[in-house]
């Protein structure tokens, strides 16, 4: 699990957070078992209420507008909800080993939308490659014993 400060955000923003997330997870209409693996995981991150739960999960059927996501995602309190919303939505996109045209378009949108360079998606789908790297390494060290 990633050391991380989602759970200190006020519950309206994680909400958001996972709205954007859910929004992610169709923007190439396929959500591979990979992606939802990652979904689940941020969801228990987010420590939302089964209500809450239930209602992101519907998102996946009937996805919000980018618009919507980030506009609640703008109403945070210091922008960090939005951050780790980006941050985590290109951990979902890379999580099948590809992030196709679209998605990255919608990664720099989302970016943009809130206020930050859309120079941040490269520099994010980078760590987050080498996140994945180092994660085979240690499939790697593990099998060779």
């Avoid at 050391?3 to 997330?21: G, I, M, V």
């Avoid at 909800?81 to 099948?96: E, F, N, T, V």
Wanted: glycine share 6%; proline share 3%.
């Amino acid at each position: 699990m990633l050391p991380d400060t989602l759970h200190t955000l006020p519950q309206n923003e994680r909400f958001a957070y996972a709205k954007l997330l859910a929004y992610i997870t169709k923007v190439d209409d396929e959500v591979t078992v990979d992606e939802m693996a990652m979904f689940e995981q941020r969801m228990g991150t987010a420590l939302l209420s089964p209500n809450q739960r239930s209602a992101i999960r519907d998102y996946l059927k009937n996805p919000p507008t980018l618009k919507e996501c980030i506009s609640d995602l703008k109403d945070s309190t210091d922008g960090r909800a939005g951050k780790l919303a980006l941050r985590d939505a290109i951990m979902m996109s890379a999580a099948d080993g590809t992030v196709d045209e679209d998605e990255f378009e919608v990664l720099g949108k989302i970016a943009t939308g809130l206020g930050m360079k859309e120079s941040v998606v490269d520099d994010l789908l980078d760590w987050v490659m080498e996140g994945y790297d180092w994660m085979d390494r240690g499939l790697t060290i593990l099998n060779a014993s």
